[in-house]
Each structure stands twice: as structure tokens, then as C-alpha cells.
């Protein structure tokens, strides 16, 4: 929305706060005003420019009002294993001991739960879009995806679903990864993304 412009009569109206705004010069206004309708905005500019009415009046004084984060890079589904076995591990322990073996084992009600903690903690951040890289046991990695953008289209975040996969493990990383898994002899270690590159991109 183009400052200084007509203003349709908004559903929601921000106002007094300092408003950073996304236009070419990335203006600032102090005291400013935001006015939405419809979930689109449709006017921002500063104070005396403000509609006298609206269905709902937020006075923000003191407040910022900008817009949404973006996080370029998240695992949102293993916010159910963060804490507990996760503490103080290093990557590969982490990775092998804990979220594989532990991703192995989620069933579409755990996607479901995952995808809505990871986007209700992302909105009360301020993030309003994410890149979520995902790696999943191949043979089921339709299930989780088809349940985790389920859960981002029916909270209203804007995402990147991103497929992870590897179709080749460097030699010299082979023993890091058994090094790993033989801290945890009993946990049941599952392969997570390994795949040919022509199956991924078939997929």
C-alpha cells in the first residue's frame, strides 16, 4: 500500500505507533498507522494521515509495528525433541541418537502436533514465514509432509517446504556417524534421508 493514498474504510486500524514500513525508502513513521481489511493491508503512512474510523481501533503508543520475520532455516517438526535426550549432545550424537531414531517413530497425529507448536512459538516471535527443511524416512515422507503443510495453511504462515536428502556418504564421515550410533547402542538407528538423487527429484 502506497502511503498517503485513499484509505477504504479498514476492518482493523492501528494506530500511534512507530510503523516501519516496507515501501522503497523503508520509511519510518513516528507516530504512524497501519489499516487492514480483509487480511490485506490497505493503508500505512503516518498519523495525520490516519482514518478517523475503523471496526477495531488498536492504539499502539509505545509499541512497533513491522513486518513479519522470516526464518531461512528451521526444522520445525523436532520441536517435540528439543530438552530431555537432546541436552548437551554434540551434532552428530544429537543427530544420530535423537532425531532420527526419534522422527523414525513420529505417525501423522505427531506431524500435526509438531507443525502447530513450531508455528504458534513462530508467530509469538513475529515470524510470519519459514524455510522448513525436512528430512524423513523416505518410505513415509509423503504422510509428514502432507500433514505438515496442512497445519502451515491452516494457521496462515507463509513456508518453504524444503526436501532433504543425501544420496552419498563421504568416507571420512563414516566414522563419525558409527562413533555416534555406538554411544546409543539400544536406540533402534534409522538411515533418515539417505536416497538416490533420481528417486528425490522424482518424487
Known sequence: MTPGLAVPRAGVLIRNALVVSMDEVRSEFVP?????????????????????????????????????????????????????????????????????????????????LAARFYCTEALLSGITTFVDNVEFPVDRFDMAADAAIGVYRDMGLRVIYARMFYDYTPPDFVPLIEAAQAREPGVRHDPGGFETAESALAS
Open 32 to 112: 504512524g498507522y497501519v489499516a487492514i481489511r480483509d487480511d490485506v493491508i490497505v493503508g500505512v503512512g503516518p498519523l495525520p494521515e490516519c482514518p478517523s474510523e475503523a471496526d477495531h481501533v488498536i492504539d499502539a503508543a509505545g509499541k512497533v509495528v513491522l513486518p513479519g520475520f522470516v526464518n531461512a532455516h528451521t526444522h520445525a517438526i523436532h520441536i517435540l525433541m528439543r530438552g530431555g535426550l537432546s541436552d548437551d549432545r554434540p551434532l552428530y550424537d544429537w543427530l544420530f541418537n535423537v532425531i532420527l531414531p526419534g522422527l523414525a517413530v513420529y505417525g501423522q497425529a505427531d506431524v500435526e
